[in-house]
């Protein structure tokens, strides 16, 4: 994927669910260009719609109508395992409960994603301990989650986001389980891969946090509104 290339772009796209027989509109057409380079939060109260676009923004689901390309391919002509290779390839997740194995430790639960692209487990562990030095805990390597900060939790978790070289970073409500100091520590760390050239889309519903991305893109009501 060239520089000049956008990491997603939305045209016009529409999610719809069918719960109990009854239709259920969760995205009513939404348009949103991520450029290789940006940093854009996403800002909605409960039931906007963010969620739903966060899971279209990061291959997990399709949209109804639209259209979604994603590192330049359209997802609608993708099958289960090309979605998921795509996914691999391009997107890197963080959550908000970190999503990390209880009884690995930081390093080989960095490694996990190389695990499904065959990489050698030398490796794997090389690239994972760059990818934990890179966020600052290149002395934590051989440590369970149980045994580290939430700070810490989260910065492997980003660690393990990072590990396949992900042009996208897909972040939601990163700061949500950590207190206001160890929040401010991820969000810059969070600032600075931006700046090292990762796109990062960050869904939030606070306010003080987004309003420290380059954009912010409001949504209510399954469209964006600002």
Do not use: C, W
């Amino acid at each position: 994927m060239t520089s000049a290339e956008p990491a997603i772009v939305a045209v016009d796209v529409t999610r719809t669910y069918e719960l109990d027989g009854v239709s259920v509109a969760a995205l009513r057409g939404v348009s949103l260009t991520v450029s290789a380079d940006d940093y854009v939060a996403i800002v909605g109260t409960s039931g906007s719609g963010k969620s739903t676009l966060m899971h279209l923004l990061g291959a997990l689901d399709r949209p109804t109508s639209g259209t979604l390309r994603i590192g330049g391919r359209d997802v609608s002509s993708l099958g289960p395992a090309e979605m998921a290779h795509l996914r691999n390839q391009t997107i890197g997740f963080v959550f908000q409960s970190f999503h990390l194995l209880a009884r690995t430790t930081a390093r080989d639960n960095v490694a996990l994603p190389l695990v499904y692209r065959g990489v050698s487990g030398k490796e794997r562990r090389a690239k994972a301990t760059e990818m934990l030095q890179r966020v600052g805990l290149g002395h934590r390597l051989d440590h369970r989650p149980n045994q580290m900060s939430g700070g810490e939790q989260q910065r492997v978790a980003i660690a393990r986001a990072l590990v396949t070289d992900p042009s996208v970073l897909l972040a939601d409500e990163p700061t949500g389980n950590l207190d206001s100091a160890t929040g401010e520590q991820v969000l810059g760390l969070l600032e600075s891969l931006n700046g090292e050239g990762v796109a990062v889309v960050l869904v939030t519903h606070d306010r003080e946090v987004a309003a420290r991305a380059g954009r912010q893109i409001v949504m209510r009501d399954g469209l964006i509104v600002e």
